[in-house]
């Protein structure tokens, strides 16, 4: 698995031609707040035909040979070492309860819950919840800035894409010294990536079944995703997008 380290030099000369097309007119067809958009469809177009040939061939077997428990098991675990970055996002936005939920679900489940494979937290009532610094950078008036799709990693923007790379720099398996870490790292990275690549197996196959236009079907969908993540899941239903799909 490559790192967020090695792949930083695609982002920045995607985002590199990203600026030099900023500076250029932008033709009326292109879609408001997606100024990059031929740009976009090509690193999509880029990473579409990746997927098909590599991601998704190892979600499916990886679904095919763990069984479902061990799945939960190892989302669990990956969650749990993702707590200590959604407890400092609660506390920059001042989420107290939300903190404090936080950090009595990292203690349990890191204790009790056998280092986060198990989800004892949420048995006992304590529900799992998730912040990131670009939700940060937008609790506190930071605009998006325009929409971008990074090689490999997918939809973003600009906000979001400066939030990854703090959280990347900012993660304990990164900044933590212990013997292996880096090849922990890099585990725990993969892992990540498959089992969610596996658990967006039945929309994936949807979006490519059914859209007329699976590009703007994705921007949409992730566009409204982060409006309902930054609400914390208050969305006024008539705000909802319309999605390019077959009736």
């Known amino acids: 698995m490559t790192s967020l380290r090695k792949i930083a030099p695609v982002w920045a000369l995607t985002l590199a031609a990203c600026l030099f097309l900023a500076g250029c007119a932008h033709p009326p067809w292109r879609t408001k707040g997606d100024p990059f958009e031929p740009v976009n469809r090509a690193v999509f177009a880029f990473n579409k035909a990746a997927d098909k040939v590599v991601m998704e061939p190892i979600a499916k077997t990886y679904t095919t040979i763990t069984p479902k428990p061990a799945r939960k098991g190892i989302r669990n ?54 912040e990131d610094f670009g939700q940060t950078m937008a609790e506190h008036g930071v605009p998006s800035g325009p929409y971008l799709v990074l090689p490999i990693l997918g939809p973003s923007n600009m906000r979001d894409l400066a939030g990854l790379v703090v959280e990347e720099s900012l993660s304990p398996t990164r900044i933590a010294s212990f013997k292996g870490r880096k090849s922990f790292d890099r585990a725990r990275l993969a892992l990540d990536m498959v089992d969610t690549r596996a658990g967006l197996q039945g929309a994936v196959q949807t979006l490519r079944e059914e859209s007329l236009d699976e590009y703007a079907s994705v921007r949409s969908y992730y566009q409204q995703a982060r409006k309902d993540a930054i609400a914390d899941g208050v969305v006024d239903m008539d705000d909802l997008p319309d999605f390019d799909l077959i009736e």
């Open 77 to 130: 675990f990956i969650d749990n070492l993702k707590s200590p970055i959604v407890l400092a996002n609660d506390l920059l936005q001042g989420k107290w309860k939300r903190a404090a939920e936080t950090t009595a679900r990292l203690v349990i489940n890191s204790t009790v819950g056998i280092g986060g494979v198990l989800d004892v937290a949420k048995a006992v009532g304590i529900e799992k919840h998730h």
